[in-house]
């Protein structure tokens, strides 16, 4: 899971990012809001952790933004601020849950945890069934195993069916990546799992829907 930190608070940012690290979170921290449009721009995330007084944009003006573009990732507001009217507004501007500091890290992963199992069921294709919260694949009830890079290409192309994944996106996701590594790992797929990807040459593979 890929989780999008907004903090300006160099020590918090960095205590944050070690406890969800060792949950195996994938943090990426930005701090300032301008930032979070461009990186939202360009990459999906699976959550969003917003520091709400952070320099030039804030955190629920940037959300604002984010939810008038029809970006609907699941965000948290983290904020010493503590009034009614400040809660109530960051809810009016489309945060599904609100941290005040100091807070406790382990109350913290617990609210991620629910939040993402309930924002991200699973998505089925003919008898593989992908558990998004716990990263799981089962084909025909029984566990898959597959590599770590093999297991971030098939979630990108279940989480984008029907839709061509443009090949720089699966090239994120490998240590050594070419044309010729990326094809040997959607051919296994293929094999593996009986999965229906077509190629749009010189631009990406897409799962095509059953």
Do not use: H, W
Not at 26 to 53: A, C, H, K, S
Not at 92 to 113: M, N, Q, S, V
Not at 126 to 151: A, H, M, P, Q
Request: aromatic share 8%; proline share 2%; hydrophobic share 40%.
């Amino acid at each position: 899971m890929k989780i999008l930190l907004l903090e300006d608070d160099t020590i918090l940012a960095q205590t944050m990012i070690q406890i969800l690290e060792e949950e195996n979170y994938i943090v990426t921290l930005v701090e300032t809001g301008e930032e979070v449009l461009e990186y939202t721009y360009e990459n999906r995330y699976d959550l969003y952790l917003f520091d709400v007084n952070v320099p030039l944009l804030n955190g629920m003006d940037t959300l604002k933004l984010l939810r008038e573009s029809a970006d609907q990732t699941p965000t948290f507001f983290i904020t010493s601020l503590l009034d009614t009217s400040s809660i109530l507004e960051g809810f009016d501007c489309g945060c599904d849950d609100y941290i005040k500091k100091p807070f406790d890290l382990d109350e913290l992963l617990a609210r991620i945890k629910a939040i993402l199992k309930r924002k991200n069921p699973t998505i089925e294709y003919d008898d593989i069934v992908f558990d998004l919260f716990e990263n799981r694949i089962t084909k025909s009830e029984k566990e898959v195993s597959l590599g770590v890079v093999e297991k971030e290409i098939f979630s990108l192309l279940i989480k984008n069916m029907n839709t061509t994944v443009d090949k720089s996106s699966f090239f994120d996701c490998m240590n050594k990546p070419s044309d010729t590594a990326l094809r040997a790992v959607i051919s296994k797929l293929k094999r593996s799992l009986n999965l229906n990807i077509s190629n749009t040459k010189g631009v990406g593979y897409k799962l095509e829907k059953l």
